[in-house]
């Protein structure tokens, strides 16, 4: 009888193990779809304001040759403006695709943990039956 309590007692402990990491992995997985979003919206936003810098840096050359007053310094600030913009998207992209964590960091480390604590308790049970091989 002891025995099949222990059993039971052991199953719904890893139940328990199993749901708990189900549970870490689901939340992980909702965050890296949150910055994957994030990043393909800033990839996005970098790409537009390049797109439109080259456009108005291609107009800042044809307006050269038609000489108006201003119109060179508008231009050039424009093209200025999203130049910089687009490049400070870009770097931002970058910093996000760096410099996060691996994804599923915490999972993978209670597996690890979970593995560890597994490989001990069979290290201990092998001990307890032959007490003789024990270092």
């Known amino acids: 009888m002891a025995l099949r309590q222990s059993a039971g007692q052991l199953a719904a402990t890893l139940v328990s193990i199993v749901g708990t990491r189900l549970e870490l992995f689901s939340i992980e997985l909702a965050e890296q779809r949150v910055r994957l979003i994030k990043v393909m919206c800033l990839t996005v936003g970098a790409i537009l304001c390049l797109v439109l810098a080259l456009l108005v840096v291609s107009l800042l050359v044809a307006l050269y040759f038609w000489p108006t007053e201003y119109r060179y310094v508008a231009l050039g600030l424009l093209a200025l403006v999203y130049l910089f913009v687009g490049l400070g998207l870009a770097w931002w992209v970058r910093k996000e695709l760096c410099a996060n964590p691996v994804p599923f960091e915490a999972t993978l480390d209670e597996l690890k943990r979970d593995l560890a604590l597994v490989n001990r308790l069979?290290?201990?049970?092998?001990?307890?039956?032959n007490p003789g091989d024990a270092p």
Do not use: F, W
């Not at 069979?122 to 039956?129: C, I, N, S, W, Y």
């Open 122 to 129: 069979q290290e201990v049970d092998r001990a307890d039956r």
